[in-house]
Antibody
Framework: QVQLVQSGAEVKKPGASVKVSCKAS????????MHWVRQAPGQGLEWMGR????????NYAQKFQGRVTMTRDTSISTAYMELSRLRSDDTAVYYC????????????WGQGTLVTVSS | SYVLTQPPSVSVAPGQTARITCGGN??????VHWYQQKPGQAPVLVVY???DRPSGIPERFSGSNSGNTATLTISRVEAGDEADYYC???????????FGGGTKLTVL
């Protein structure tokens, strides 16, 4: 069965960077897009961007351009999301999620990674 | 950028039908996806491409999309359906994903 297992919770200081991993299993990693979605405490879902694990091509939401980098390591079926210059309002749960096509529904989700930004 | 508007809350008695709307400019021309999120859990896709259901999702969940409004309909509502529901589309002009603000479904 498809599983996306994310790295553990992180606490970072403002201005620092965080890198969250998402290890995939149960399907062909390069056959599905990987998206990153975040959710601030008590707030809604926010799409951050996606990566094509086959080509490495990325598409980032305007809001995160210049601060987010999405990468992948196909040898270990793992996707990464790095967010730099962290601010307190980046405190959120970050999810990875797959889709079979670039604009399809997000059909499998990771368990989420809480990133807390605090001085 | 493209904006999706959902009512903050919808309440319904058990056994009745819940309808959650998602408004957007000419949303009928886009494919709409719906997610259910229970407290402390990751979202779950319940309807994709306006009206299709992933395997394992009960037939009680259905969707429609026309004009400026997409609708998620939950028939014979159960207590376990109480959750937040989000609509989502792809903004073709930017090729970015867009989520609605979410609707909290309360089962009375």
């Amino acid at each position: 069965q498809v599983q996306l297992v994310q790295s553990g919770a992180e606490v970072k200081k403002p201005g620092a960077s965080v890198k969250v991993s998402c290890k995939a299993s149960g399907y062909t990693f390069t056959g599905y897009y990987m998206h990153w979605v975040r959710q601030a405490p008590g707030q809604g879902l926010e799409w951050m961007g996606r990566i094509n694990p086959n080509s490495g091509g990325t598409n980032y939401a305007q809001k995160f351009q210049g601060r987010v980098t999405m990468t992948r390591d196909t040898s270990i079926s793992t996707a990464y999301m790095e967010l730099s210059r962290l601010r307190s309002d980046d405190t959120a749960v970050y999810y990875c999620a797959t889709s079979w096509a670039a604009v399809a529904g997000l059909d499998y989700w990771g368990q989420g990674t809480l990133v807390t930004v605090s001085s | 950028s493209y904006v999706l508007t959902q009512p903050p809350s919808v309440s319904v008695a058990p056994g009745q039908t819940a309808r959650i709307t998602c408004g957007g400019n000419n949303i009928g021309s886009k494919s709409v996806h719906w997610y259910q999120q229970k407290p402390g859990q990751a979202p779950v896709l319940v309807v994709y491409d306006d009206s299709d259901r992933p395997s394992g999702i009960p037939e009680r969940f259905s969707g429609s999309n026309s004009g400026n409004t997409a609708t998620l309909t939950i028939s014979r509502v159960e207590a376990g359906d109480e959750a937040d529901y989000y609509c989502q589309v792809w903004d073709s002009s930017s090729d970015h994903g867009v989520f609605g603000g979410g609707t909290k479904l309360t089962v009375l």
